[in-house]
C-alpha cells in the first residue's frame, strides 16, 4: 500500500472534522475548516487546467468563511485531525502554521508571525493544545502536547508539553497533565 492510500480522503476527514465539531454543518468553525481541507484537497488536481475551477471555488468558500465569519484559514497552513475552532470572529492563522490533532482554539485567537522581517516565522502547535479566547502566538515558537494556552495570553517562547502559559507577556507554569479520553 502506498503512501497515499493510507493518507485520508477529502470527505473522510470533513467527516471526521463534522464529528469533531459536535455533527453540526452549520458551525463557522467546521465550515472554515472543509473550506480548508477543499483546499488542501484541490492541490493535488493535475494538470493545473483542471485545478483552475476548483481553485477558484476554494477562493470562494476561503473568502465567505474570512469575511462572514471572521475565520481566516489559508490552505496552506498544516492542520491535524479532530480540530475545532469553536466560536467565530477575529481568527487569524498564518499560512505557515502547523496545527496538530485535537486542538481547541477560540475566538480571537491569532496564531502569527512576530515581526515583517521574519514573514515566514510561524507557531506550530503540538496534539491536544487548548488555546483560550483572545490569545496571540507569534514567532516560530513551538507549543508542546496538551498545553494550555489562557485568554488574551501572548506567547512569544515555546511552551513545554503538559504545561499552562498565562499573562502578558506569557509567563509559563507547570500544570497536571489531562488524561486522554
Not at 466560536?87 to 515583517?116: F, K
Amino acid at each position: 500500500m502506498s503512501g497515499a492510500d493510507r493518507t485520508p480522503g477529502l470527505f473522510r476527514l470533513i467527516a471526521e472534522d463534522w464529528r469533531a465539531n459536535g455533527r453540526d454543518w452549520t458551525r463557522p468553525g467546521f465550515r472554515a475548516l472543509a473550506a480548508h481541507r477543499f483546499g488542501v484537497w484541490r492541490m493535488t488536481i493535475r494538470p493545473h487546467l483542471l485545478r483552475a475551477p476548483l481553485s477558484l471555488l476554494y477562493r470562494l468558500l476561503y473568502r465567505r468563511a474570512r469575511n462572514r465569519y471572521g475565520i481566516e484559514l489559508p490552505y496552506s497552513a498544516g492542520v491535524g485531525r479532530h480540530v475545532v475552532i469553536e466560536h467565530q470572529g477575529a481568527i487569524v492563522i498564518h499560512g505557515d502554521s502547523v496545527i496538530g490533532d485535537r486542538c481547541t482554539i477560540r475566538q480571537g485567537v491569532t496564531l502569527g508571525n512576530r515581526s515583517p522581517e521574519h514573514p515566514l516565522e510561524a507557531p506550530t502547535l503540538g496534539v491536544g493544545v487548548d488555546i483560550g479566547a483572545g490569545a496571540k502566538i507569534l514567532g516560530a515558537i513551538h507549543i508542546g502536547d496538551r498545553a494550555v494556552i489562557g485568554a488574551n495570553a501572548v506567547v512569544l517562547q515555546d511552551v513545554p508539553p503538559d504545561h499552562l502559559a498565562v499573562g502578558v507577556p506569557a509567563a509559563i507554569r507547570p500544570r497536571a497533565p489531562r488524561q486522554e479520553p
